[in-house]
Nanobody, 121 residues
Framework: QVQLVESGGGLVQPGGSLRLSCAPS????????MAWYRQAPGEQRELVAS???????NYADSVRDRFTISRDNARNTVYLQMNSLKPEDTAVYYC???????????????WGQGTQVTVSS
């Protein structure tokens, strides 16, 4: 059984920074795209940033120039560096990854359990 394990959320003041991490537990063959989503109370889940297996990033307009997504393929880990945080960034952040568990297996999407990010003074 593969699970995505997230860490790094918490409470931070406006203008502060946080770094989220996410990696799969269990044995896998490969990971394709990885991404971070977020969901604020009463809102739909939205894409924050994604990154391809070759490292090409994509960002939502609301976080461009403030957030940086990166990955360490040797550790199967994706990161989200969040700078200049604003109260409107408050949400539960979810990791998503397209994983191939075995060499001849299918690729499917997995979600993490979510980590709370609260930006407040």
């Amino acid at each position: 059984q593969v699970q995505l394990v997230e860490s790094g959320g918490g409470l931070v003041q406006p203008g502060g920074s946080l770094r989220l991490s996410c990696a799969p537990s269990g044995s896998i063959f490969s990971i394709n795209n990885m991404a971070w989503y977020r969901q604020a109370p009463g809102e739909q889940r939205e894409l924050v940033a994604s990154i391809t297996s070759s490292g090409r990033p994509n960002y939502a307009d609301s976080v461009r120039d403030r957030f940086t997504i990166s990955r360490d393929n040797a550790r199967n880990t994706v990161y989200l560096q969040m700078n200049s945080l604003k109260p409107e960034d408050t949400a539960v952040y979810y990791c998503n990854a397209l994983i191939q568990r075995e060499k001849w297996g299918t690729i499917r999407g997995y979600w993490g359990q979510g980590t709370q990010v609260t930006v407040s003074s």
